[in-house]
Each structure stands twice: as structure tokens, then as C-alpha cells.
């Protein structure tokens, strides 16, 4: 974690992260604890939200990450767990729609269910976790909600079109609850990651030198994409500071788009 700044209205404030056990999520979870927020993370990866948890207990200098296990795709279950989050934290202040797949799969082979379940796991419960984080954010006079978008629909990737049509629709949808929520004083803006070396990048689209090579040439700048460039852009965008920036979105991604 190479992170410096401090953004002293983030302390103590309730921040809700899905997908937070392993890849850019386990970065935005350190991170958020490094400005000592009361951080709530959703998974359903137990083991390496156990990891990630007792790692962060061990540092100095920072709050201890919060675990609720929960598979986003039950809407239900979604609505029940933020609930217990705001009577064990406190209303939600920030939330992070990150978790999301993007298993590969041939368009000609998509089924309706498979469809469906593609939307489900990449875009439904962004708006479900909105709507549920709503009146809390009310109720505490405003809030940041930051939508994890993606870098691979404007760059034309192909091969994941239930993902590349997600991530997609939640830039509109962005921008549509930036309008409905905006009298609340309640921010919402999507955080567009290019290609961030996470393990999970690594074990399979960025698994050859040759793979790797070919991101770095698309970019401008000759570095890979670290999870911390993504917890940077996160940290600002749910603090104070950009308390004018609502109904955008930020691109982190080296210049490829
Ligand atoms: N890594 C990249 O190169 C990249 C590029 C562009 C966009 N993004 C976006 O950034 C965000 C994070 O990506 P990542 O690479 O860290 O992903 P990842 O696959 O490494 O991690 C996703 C996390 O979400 C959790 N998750 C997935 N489905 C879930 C469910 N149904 N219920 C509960 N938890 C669930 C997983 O267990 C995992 O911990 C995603 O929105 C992704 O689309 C990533």
C-alpha cells in the first residue's frame, strides 16, 4: 500500500464496499481503513476475506475492515445485509458497487438464463445497493456512491457481452441517479478502471509476458495499473474534496482510451 494522502472528513465515516475480499476490492477495503473509516465489506469469498481482515488487523494505524457474507445476486439477502450493516456501523456514508465477473462467454452460445445471470451478477444489485443506501445517506444530510464501471466496452473487447452491456448501463444509470439524488446532496459517479494487475487478471487474460506487453503498449504511459491507482481516484471521489464532482466518470487507465 503506497497511498499517502489523508482525507480527514473520511474518519469514522461508514463505508460500504461489495466485492471487497480479494483483487482492486481487497485494495479498496486497506485503503478506506488506512483513512480510519468504519468499513463494511461484502463477499462470499470467506477464506480471503478472513485473510484480508487479519492482515489489516495486524497494521498500525488503521480501523478494522467489517465481513458480511453475502451473494449479491440474492436482492433479498442484499437488502437484509445492509440493513444489519447500518444497525452494526451506522447509516451508510459511501458505497462502492465493485464486485462484478466477467467470465468470458461466445455471444452465440448465450442462453436467456445465462443472460440473465449476467446481468444479475454484473449490474442488478448496483442499483439495489443504491436504493437500499438511499434514505441512510438522507438521513445523514448527503453521501458518495462510486459505481465501478469499465475500461473493455469503449475499448470494443469482445467476448463478454453481458459484462461489456453491464458495465455500460451503469454509466447511464449513474448519471440518472445523479440527477434523482442530487437534491440529497447525494453524489453518484462511476470509476472506470483499465487493465489493473490483480490476481485474478494475472492467472487468466494477463497470464503470458505477451498479454501483459500488449496492455502496456496500449497505454500511454509505459507502467501497469496497480489497485492502489484505482483506491486513489476512490478515495477522492468519496471524500469531501470532490464534493462538486456528481454524474461523471473518472477514468484510471494508463491512456488506453
Ligand atoms: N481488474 C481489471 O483489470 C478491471 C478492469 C476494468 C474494470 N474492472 C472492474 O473493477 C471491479 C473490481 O474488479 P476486480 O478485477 O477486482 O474483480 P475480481 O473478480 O478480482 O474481484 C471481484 C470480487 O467480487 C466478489 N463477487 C463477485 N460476485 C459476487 C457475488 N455474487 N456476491 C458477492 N461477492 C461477489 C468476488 O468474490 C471477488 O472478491 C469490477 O467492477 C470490475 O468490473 C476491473
Known amino acids: 500500500m503506497h497511498l499517502t494522502n489523508i482525507y480527514p472528513s ?4 461508514v ?8 483483487g482492486i476490492g481487497a485494495n479498496l477495503v486497506e485503503a478506506f481503513c488506512a483513512q480510519h473509516a468504519k468499513v463494511a465489506f461484502i463477499d462470499v469469498m470467506d477464506v480471503p476475506a478472513q485473510k484480508l481482515t487479519d492482515y489489516i488487523e495486524r497494521k498500525e494505524d ?6 458480511y457474507r453475502c ?13 444489519q450493516i447500518a444497525e452494526d456501523l451506522g447509516p451508510v456514508h459511501v458505497l ?21 445471470e449476467r446481468i444479475a451478477v454484473n449490474l442488478r444489485h448496483y442499483f439495489f445497493a443504491a436504493q437500499a443506501v438511499y434514505p441512510q445517506m438522507k438521513e445523514l444530510g448527503g453521501g458518495s456512491i462510486i459505481n465501478f464501471g469499465s475500461m473493455s466496452w469503449y475499448a470494443t473487447h469482445g ?25 440529497d ?9 483499465g487493465w489493473v494487475m490483480t490476481p485474478r487478471q494475472l492467472q487468466n487474460s494477463l497470464a503470458d509476458e505477451s498479454a501483459r506487453e500488449k496492455v502496456r503498449d496500449s497505454q500511454c504511459l509505459n507502467e501497469f495499473v496497480i489497485p492502489e491507482n484505482i483506491s486513489a481516484m476512490a478515495l477522492f471521489l468519496a471524500s469531501d474534496d470532490s464534493r462538486m464532482c456528481t454524474s461523471q466518470h473518472f477514468i484510471v487507465d494508463g491512456g488506453i482510451i
Do not use: C
Open 185 to 193: 446532496r447525494i453524489r453518484v459517479n462511476t470509476l472506470v478502471p
Open 159 to 183: 467476448g463478454m457481452p453481458g459484462y461489456t452491456s453491464s458495465k455500460a448501463a451503469i454509466e447511464g444509470m449513474t448519471r440518472g441517479l445523479a440527477r434523482d439524488m442530487g437534491a
Open 62 to 67: 488503521s480501523s478494522i475492515p467489517n465481513y
Open 96 to 116: 462502492i458497487n465493485n464486485a462484478a465477473n466477467d467470465d468470458r462467454h461466445d455471444f452465440k452460445e448465450v442462453t436467456v438464463e445465462y443472460w440473465d
Open 71 to 83: 451473494d449479491l445476486m440474492d436482492i433479498a439477502s442484499l437488502q437484509a445485509t445492509i440493513a
Open 15 to 22: 463505508v460500504l464496499i461489495t466485492g471487497g475480499a480479494s
Open 10 to 13: 473520511l474518519k469514522d465515516k
